[in-house]
């Protein structure tokens, strides 16, 4: 599945796998092996992010990353990211996808929704996390076939989808050359990925000079995903931990994907 784009094939680990300030409930989250214990913080009450997407050095697409209350859960929250691509990857391989998490008060995946729009092909990913039985359930659904495929896994009490598990490295106060771990699951896999803090950095986006922390998630190479490669997240050095630019290193062939931050509006 998803194999003809190479943007996509690229970003669809930050949409299932792998992509925050401080207003309403605390994050339960995640071991650490860390000397001190983690600063929790806040989930944010609203949050958009628009990133622009870069590949091979020119302009793959767009992203936007929502955060706010949950219609659907009392004390809950909604999270949405929709991914567009633009310019000449547009006219080879139109990719147009939204996906949508619902998440517990404490930030426990309860639901996760992908519609998938790509060239000629159009497919829906439902997971449902069910925490009384300890399981994911995952529904993909061909539309232009009507073919479906249905898988079951194991998860810990509380589980994150990838958009939470962001939300749960947000949480974490690791400082450089610490690590530590966010239980994440995508209905197909469940695992404890490692996280580490590998030093400051200031770097430049359309959204300016920004001073961040740097952290590997060891996400591929048959953790979360068998393939090989390489995600790195920057988070803002300051209370807030913005998400200022996500990458994602695959083989040569398809290369480097760079989220790079274009705006931030919250409230």
């Given at each position: 599945?998803?194999e ?9 680990p ?24 983690h ?47 633009a310019g ?18 404490g930030?426990?995946?309860?639901s ?18 069910d ?18 495929a ?6 810990p ?13 947000r949480?974490m106060?690791?400082?450089p ?5 966010v ?26 000079v ?58």
């Amino acid at each position: 599945m998803f194999e003809r784009n190479p943007l996509h094939r690229a970003l669809v680990p930050i949409l299932l796998a792998v992509t925050v300030s401080a207003q309403s409930a605390s994050f339960p989250i995640a071991k650490e092996t860390v000397s001190t214990p983690h600063a929790e913080r806040d989930a944010p009450e609203n949050e958009t992010f628009d990133y622009n997407v870069e590949w091979r050095l020119i302009t793959a697409g767009s992203a936007k990353l929502q955060w706010y209350p949950s219609p659907v859960i009392k004390g809950g929250y909604e999270a949405k990211l929709h991914l567009e691509s633009a310019g000449v990857v547009s006219h080879l391989f139109k990719v147009s996808d939204d996906y949508t998490s619902q998440m517990s008060s404490g930030l426990c995946a309860t639901s996760s929704f992908m519609t998938a729009r790509e060239g000629s092909r159009s497919r829906d990913t439902k997971v449902t996390f069910d925490q009384s039985e300890k399981k994911a359930f995952y529904l993909e659904k061909d539309l232009k076939t009507n073919q479906a495929a249905k898988k079951e896994v194991e998860i810990p009490p509380c589980v994150h989808d990838v958009i939470g598990g962001l939300y749960a490295l947000r949480s974490m106060n690791l400082e450089p050359g610490k690590t530590g771990q966010v239980p994440v699951s995508n209905g197909k896999k469940t695992a404890w990925l490692k996280v580490q803090c590998e030093g400051r950095e200031s770097i430049k986006v359309p959204a300016g000079v920004k001073k961040t922390l740097r952290y590997e998630i060891f996400a591929f190479d048959n953790q979360l995903y068998t393939r090989s490669g390489h995600l790195h997240i920057w988070l803002s050095d300051d209370a807030e931990k913005t998400p200022v630019q996500i990458e994602i290193r695959l083989q040569f062939t398809i290369g480097t994907i760079t989220l790079k931050l274009n705006k931030e509006t919250r409230g």
